[in-house]
């Protein structure tokens, strides 16, 4: 019998427990498998999109920081005072920062590939990647997947992109609330839920009935929701 390792971000499944459960308050305690060499499917996908993310996120980050560089400035002449202060001129946007740290962040882990990677990747073409560092790692994420610091890489990049997403939402975070269409509410019966889209990248969703104020919180409704799947599936 072959055993898979729990996944070593030490991520658990939602409403699932091991025998040793301490109950209660336990929203899940069985560790996911690490089905993706030491990440978990789930893991091993966060990384991959969050990669994948960077460079939309940083053409974000970039527009954020010329708009507010534009809405700051004033014409020089005008200011008598500040004209030619060179700290004065070197206050960049606090967008700007954090798209350089995020790219410093992604250049180091690439750095990382580069140098522990078995092919030999310190060709004469050691630098592939002065355009794209991302098209360039993303090739190698299932070897990454594989490293005992894969861990470490998913952790940090997704704490960096949710910060970024959370505090200069993209146009994609920014969803709307919307009606649920053909469900009834389970306390009153009516057809009348709304959606509420997570407030940041990567939070809970929450679905309110508008009729009887009933709200749901997200595990709730995944519940309710593979409940009515279920008994669909029963009168079909
Ligand atoms: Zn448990
Ligand atoms: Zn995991
Ligand atoms: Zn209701």
């Known amino acids: 019998m072959t055993t898979t390792n729990p996944c070593a971000s030490g991520c658990r499944i939602r409403d699932e427990h091991k025998t040793d459960c301490p109950g209660d308050e336990c929203r899940g305690c069985l560790p996911r498998p690490a089905n993706r060499g030491t990440l978990c499917d789930t893991c091993y996908l966060h990384l991959t999109t969050d990669l994948g993310d960077v460079p939309a996120l940083m ?4 527009e954020v920081a010329r708009l507010a560089m534009v809405a700051s400035a004033k014409p020089l002449t005008t200011d008598p005072v500040h004209r030619g202060d060179a700290a004065a001129q070197t206050v960049l946007p606090a967008a700007y920062l954090a798209a350089d740290e995020l790219w410093s962040l992604v250049v180091s882990w690439a750095q990382v590939v580069l140098e522990e990677h078995p092919a ?12 794209d560092v991302v098209a360039w790692m993303l090739p190698h994420v299932e070897w990454i997947a594989r490293q005992e610091w894969a861990k470490e890489m998913k952790r940090e990049l997704a704490r960096d992109v949710r910060t970024l997403r959370a505090r200069w939402p993209m146009p994609e975070d920014r969803e709307n609330d919307r009606p649920v269409p053909d ?3 389970p306390r009153c019966d009516v057809v009348a839920l709304r959606y509420f889209p997570p407030a940041h990248y990567r939070q809970p969703f929450a679905v309110a009935c508008t009729e009887c104020g009933r709200l749901f919180s997200e595990d709730e409704w995944e519940r309710l929701v ?5 008994t669909e599936r029963k009168s079909a």
């Open 183 to 185: 469900v009834r509410c």
């Open 226 to 230: 593979s409940l009515l799947a279920r």
């Open 59 to 62: 053409e974000h980050l970039g």
């Open 120 to 131: 030999n990747l310190r060709g004469p073409n050691a630098r592939p990647w002065h355009g």
